[in-house]
C-alpha cells in the first residue's frame, strides 16, 4: 500500500511540474509607472490657495499569456495616487483581465473585464509611456471625477467584446462592439444577500465604434446605450445615450487629436417633472442631465526624442448648474524620450470655470507639473 501510494504521488507530482512548466511558457510580466511633481495655485469660491506635492501617479502590472497562436489571456493590475493601505492613500484595482480568441485581424473576441473601445483614447488612456502628456484630456483624468463627475463621459468597464479590422487596398475599417453592467451596482453591505459589484439593473450596456484609417489619418465614431443612476434625485433610472467622433492625422512633423463627446438623457414626463421641480429649489442643480466635451491638441516633433504640443478642452455639464457655461482648459507641454522606455514630461495648464449666474463663485487655477514615464 505503502509502496502503491508513493508511486501515484511520485507520478502526480510529475505530471504537476510539467503541467506547471508548460503553464509557465510565454508568460510575460512588464508595466510600466509615472511619477510627477506638481505646483499649483487656485480660486475656489473666492478662497485662495497653492500646493505643490510629489506622488507617483500611477503604476500597472501587466500579465499576458499566449495559449498558440489565437488565443490569449492579460490582466492589468492598476494602482493611483501613491497607493499605500498603511495610510490610506489612492486605489488600486485590476482594470482588465480577459481571455480573447484572435484568428486573424479582422476578428478577435475578448470575454472578460476590460476597458471597451470609445474614441481613440478611452482604451489607452491608462499607457502612460505612449501618451505625451502628464495631465490627460479633462474626461480622462481621474483626478478631476470628484468635481466634474467625468465618469459619466465615457463607458469604464465592458465583459464581452467582439472588435477587428478589415482592409481594401490602402484604406483599413475599425470595428467593435460590446456589452457590460451599468453603473447601478449594490454597495458593499454585510446584510445584503446580493453581492457587492452587481448590476442591479435590468439592462446592459451596450456600444461600440466604426472607424477608417489611412496613413496616419485615423476617424471614426463611437456611442453607447445605458442608464444613469439618478436615485439620490429621485429619479431612479435615466435612459442615457453617449455619441462620440474621433479624427488625427499627421502632416510632416506636426500631428493632430481631436475628441468630441456628447451625453444626452431621455427622461420620462415623472422624470423631467422631478428634476424641474428640484431645479427649481437649488441653486446648484441645472435644468437638464446632459452634458457636452470636446478637446483639440496640435504637436510638433522634433526629431525622434522630443515632442512639443499645446492642447484646448472645454467641457460642460448642464446638471451641474456652476458648470453649465462650462470649463475651459489651455495646456501647453513637451515630451523628451532619453532612451526608447522612459520619457521625461513637463506640462503648465491653465484652466477656468465660466459661470455668469453666479458672478461671485470663481474656479480657476494654473497647474505646473513635471514628471517621468517608464516602462518596464
Known sequence: MYLRTLFFWGLFTLYSTSAFAQLGEDLSLYGYFQGQYKVESFNFGGQKGTNSSFSLQQINLLLKKNFGERFSSFVDLESVNTYSTERGWGGMKFSEAWFSYNPNRKLNVKLGLQVPVFNN??????????????????????????????????????????????????????????????????????????????????????????????????????????????????????????????????????????????????????????????????????????????????????????????????LEDHALGLAEEGVNIFSVGAAYWPIYSAVLKIQFIDYRLKETSFASFQFSGQSLYAGISVFF
Do not use: C
Open 121 to 314: 483614447l478611452n482604451d489607452i488612456k491608462n499607457r502612460t509611456p505612449l501618451l505625451p502628456y502628464l495631465f490627460r484630456p479633462v474626461v480622462y483624468e481621474s483626478s478631476f471625477n470628484n468635481f466634474l463627475q467625468i465618469n459619466t463621459f465615457v463607458p469604464d468597464q465592458a465583459y464581452v467584446n467582439v472588435e477587428g479590422t478589415l482592409a481594401s487596398n490602402r484604406l483599413k475599417f475599425d470595428y467593435a462592439v460590446y456589452a457590460g453592467n451599468e453603473s447601478e451596482f449594490v454597495p458593499p453591505d454585510s446584510l445584503s444577500s446580493i453581492p457587492a459589484s452587481t448590476d442591479t439593473t435590468e439592462s446592459k450596456l451596450f456600444g461600440g465604434r466604426i472607424g477608417i484609417r489611412r496613413g496616419s489619418l485615423k476617424a471614426g465614431f463611437s456611442g453607447t446605450i445605458d442608464h444613469a443612476n439618478m436615485q439620490q434625485l429621485g429619479m431612479g433610472a435615466v435612459r442615457r445615450y453617449r455619441m462620440g467622433a474621433d479624427l488625427s492625422f499627421a502632416v510632416n512633423s506636426f500631428f493632430v487629436e481631436s475628441e468630441f463627446i456628447s451625453v444626452t438623457h431621455n427622461l420620462s414626463v415623472t422624470q423631467e417633472a422631478t428634476l424641474s421641480f428640484l431645479s427649481s429649489q437649488s441653486l446648484f442643480l441645472g435644468s437638464n442631465l446632459d452634458k457636452f466635451y470636446y478637446y483639440l491638441l496640435l504637436g510638433y516633433r522634433i526629431g525622434e526624442q522630443v515632442t512639443v504640443y499645446t492642447s484646448y478642452d472645454h
